[in-house]
């Protein structure tokens, strides 16, 4: 355990490379090659982390100023991603939770159940954390280990169902991404689309900033879509003329950033997906094999980053308008694109659709954070994160996986359980009767628009 807990301390940023690095080696790239992958990789979440610590420092700051000028009102604040995912590993859950991820990675693929080979070993975080919510709920070592099991299942069969998706919108060929918080909401959007596709004048509504580029020349490019996003978070956040000047070019620099940044973790990556798909094939002939990897990924896609600019103050509002919230968005307002990464690429880049399924998919978010608040506060508490006061966080602690789970087995809040996990088993079963009916459907939803 004690090595675990090396390695864990490490963080994302050195422990895929290493993975990577040993990944290169096992399928014999040589060692110059599997080192030079593995730094790659490295260097490009270091930018992806540099890229998002200028939305943390920046936006984080913006969102709080608007929602002090506005007297929102809430006093839970979400702490993110960044205060979550210590707490998961603080938890007893965490000191085996990796190789339970793990070995459920490698039955799925023996008995050929998944097609993802996971490799985003940090993120094991999320189904961690699952696992630590149901231990604090039953006291039970053995369910906390089994939402640690089902968690992981369920997201590498969803990683294997909108593999299509990260292939043909965003370009990313035998990848896939099997995240806690970066693919569970894309059965809804699945929905959402289908349901939009069906109404006559608002199925051919079709705005995205490829086209907005094309049809406003300069004005439209996402450089000046970031800055123009800027200006508009910094006058509803109250700042003076300069202020809201620098808030837009850094703005615009993540715009541009964000796609860069990415390239280098694509670079590092495909050599080494390249070579595993081609052992995987001769082993398994007929059989497309999918390696998982981080939704950071997804960033790189313009779109992707325009729409989660857009979602910064529209989160704000759905929290502020949501009876009974008591949650602020903060710590997640940064990578709120995790969220909606998937819906973009499903709806082509449509970033009308995206507004509706992505309004959805943070409505239900925040709803659930609010009613995790107890356990996760418990949970900060026991990992020493927090001495008084409560805590929320919409990654994880808004995910109606986890929320389920739970409250199967305390039933403390059975209307919402009966809502939310009944809209979501709805939005599973017709994500899963459309992928058995054609796979060809998600190639035929997401076209060959990619970046």
Request: aromatic fraction near 10%.
């Amino acid at each position: 355990m004690a090595v675990i807990d090396y390695i864990l301390d490490l963080g994302p940023t050195v422990m895929l490379p290493l993975v990577i690095l040993i990944l290169g080696l096992i399928l014999r790239q040589g060692l110059g090659k599997s080192l030079r992958a593995g730094i790659m990789v490295g260097v490009g979440f270091v930018g992806v982390n540099l890229v998002i610590g200028l939305l943390t420092d920046n936006l984080g700051p913006a969102a709080e100023d608007m929602a002090e000028r506005f007297n929102l009102g809430l006093s839970v604040v979400d702490v993110g991603w960044p205060g979550s995912s210590p707490m998961a590993w603080a938890s007893t859950i965490g000191t085996i939770a990796i190789p339970i991820a793990i070995l459920v990675n490698i039955l799925m693929l023996v008995f050929k159940m998944t097609r993802v080979v996971n490799v985003d070993i940090w993120n094991i975080w999320h189904m961690t954390f699952t696992g630590a919510i149901l231990y604090l709920v039953t006291n039970s070592f053995w369910i906390g280990i089994l939402g640690v099991v089902i968690h992981a299942a369920f997201v590498y069969k969803l990683g294997d169902w909108f593999a299509p998706v990260t292939k043909n919108h965003f370009g990313l060929e035998g990848i896939a991404i099997p995240h806690g918080s970066g693919t569970w909401s894309a059965p809804f959007a699945v929905v959402i689309d289908a349901i939009m596709d069906k109404i006559p004048f608002i199925k051919k509504i079709d705005i995205n900033s490829n086209k907005i580029e094309e049809k406003f020349g300069v004005i439209g490019e996402p450089v000046v879509i970031g800055a123009v996003l800027g200006v508009v978070i910094g006058f509803l956040a109250g700042y003076p003329v300069s202020e809201i000047l620098q808030l837009a070019i850094q703005m615009g620099a993540v715009m541009v950033l964000m796609p860069t940044v990415v390239k280098f973790i694509m670079e590092g990556l495909m050599p080494i997906a390249d070579a595993a798909r081609g052992i995987l094939d001769k082993r398994f002939k007929g059989q497309e094999y999918y390696i998982g990897l981080d939704p950071a990924l997804l960033l790189g896609n313009s779109q992707v980053v325009a729409a989660s600019l857009i979602f910064v103050p529209l989160t704000l509002i759905i929290a502020v308008l949501m009876p009974g919230n008591e949650v602020l968005p903060f710590g997640d307002l940064a990578t709120i694109g995790f969220f909606i990464s998937m819906a973009v690429g499903i709806h082509k880049g449509n970033l009308f659709r995206t507004l509706f399924s992505g309004t959805f998919i943070m409505i239900i978010t925040i709803w659930i954070a609010n009613m995790t608040i107890g356990l996760h506060t418990k949970l900060a508490q026991q990992a020493g994160s927090v001495e008084g006061g409560q805590v929320a966080s919409l990654d994880q602690g808004g995910s109606p996986i986890t929320f389920v789970l739970s409250e199967l087995f305390s039933l403390e809040h059975i209307v919402p359980l009966i809502i939310i996990g009944g809209l979501y088993v709805l939005s599973i079963i017709f994500t899963y009767i459309q992928f058995k009916r054609n796979k060809i459907y998600f190639e035929n939803a997401i076209g060959d628009e990619s970046e």
